[in-house]
């Protein structure tokens, strides 16, 4: 499984909660010759798909991943997991990372990002610092609104979020319904395994500053965004309110995010936007049911090639 990849620690500067690193994920099948593909994971989670890889280098593509600050194997004791006060935050990574990836192959990168790794995606597709070694961007369900009623996000949330200059650490918690990690992980109705310690059942909370940060994100796409690079935007074809029992319903669909706000809002993130509507699908298109991810593997495809 994982035993097919190379992990190395990424010392990163110091910041407001102490020592910071990340942790850079590469194929082993990578040649360092080929165009290379980096992967950014959503929020409570980390990498733990070795398909990904290993389908990549077949495509002829190198493959990496991160694990960005405070996720996955990149936690440490002293830090709150997933917390964050600025998207910015993961900038230094991927500034390190991309231009690694760049010197070493000669080739611009493919930065493919999901939920929440595909907001970050597309903010540093917009301002990063190395932006200009981006071929392009995959988002595979990103989270560019926040899966609530607009009274709750104009106003319950901002009002709330101003609680974090106060309270830094005051949040929401297990903010991600247990019914999603379930629907993943083999030992309850999924098909795949992870590390429960970096990918809980019962999710990392979300921190009012965490919810800050995201809410400024989104609304900078909203208004600013301007994605000159293609964009592959993947999203399920239906999304469904988790409720207090499981249903099977939930492995046919989108179960954390609003797919229409998805479709709405990543259609005008650049000017070449390509919408891939994936019947079925699962937030992450890519671990639903063999069929679904299979058709989104062949969407992916077709769309490096043009």
């Known amino acids: 499984m994982m035993s097919s990849y190379n992990f190395t620690k990424i010392s990163l500067k110091d910041d407001y909660e102490g020592k910071v690193i990340a942790t850079l994920i590469s194929a ?4 360092a010759k080929q165009k290379t593909v980096l992967y950014l994971h959503g929020f409570s989670d980390y990498f733990f798909h070795p398909f990904l890889g290993q389908w990549f280098n ?11 600050r405070k996720y996955g194997r990149s936690i440490q004791a002293h830090q709150h997991p997933n917390y964050c006060k ?13 231009q690694k990836l760049y010197t070493e192959s000669g080739k611009k990168v493919i930065l493919f990002g999901h939920s929440t790794g595909g907001l970050t995606a597309a903010l540093y597709t917009n301002y990063g610092k190395k932006k200009d070694l981006i071929d392009k961007l995959i988002l595979n369900s990103p989270f ?5 009623p607009l009274l709750i996000r104009k106003f319950i949330i901002p009002a709330v979020s101003s609680l974090s200059l106060i309270f830094p650490y005051a949040g929401i918690p297990a903010i991600v319904t247990k ?3 379930m629907s993943l992980h083999k030992a309850h109705y999924g098909e795949w395994e ?5 990918k809980p059942v019962v999710s990392f909370p979300g921190y009012f500053a965490w919810l800050k940060a995201i809410q400024k994100g989104q609304k900078y796409l909203k208004k ?9 935007l993947m999203y399920s074809s239906k999304s469904v309110k988790a409720c207090k029992k499981w249903k099977d319903d939930y492995l046919k669909s989108d179960i954390i995010l609003n797919v229409k706000h998805i479709k709405k809002i990543g259609s005008k993130l650049g000017t070449n936007v390509s919408s ?16 679904t991810r299979e058709m989104g593997f062949n969407k992916i495809t077709n769309w490096l090639k043009h």
């Open 179 to 181: 019914w999603y990690p």
């Open 144 to 148: 560019l609104e926040i899966n609530e």
């Open 58 to 68: 077949g495509l002829n593509y190198d493959f990496y991943a991160l694990d960005l």
């Open 224 to 232: 600013k965004s301007n994605i000159e690079i293609p964009v592959s």
């Open 276 to 291: 891939i509507e994936i019947k079925n699908g699962m937030h992450d298109i890519l671990l639903s049911g063999k069929e």
């Open 194 to 198: 992870f590390d429960d310690d970096k």
């Open 28 to 31: 082993k099948g990578n040649t």
């Open 86 to 98: 600025n998207m910015e935050e993961y900038f230094e990574e991927l500034d390190l990372v991309i």
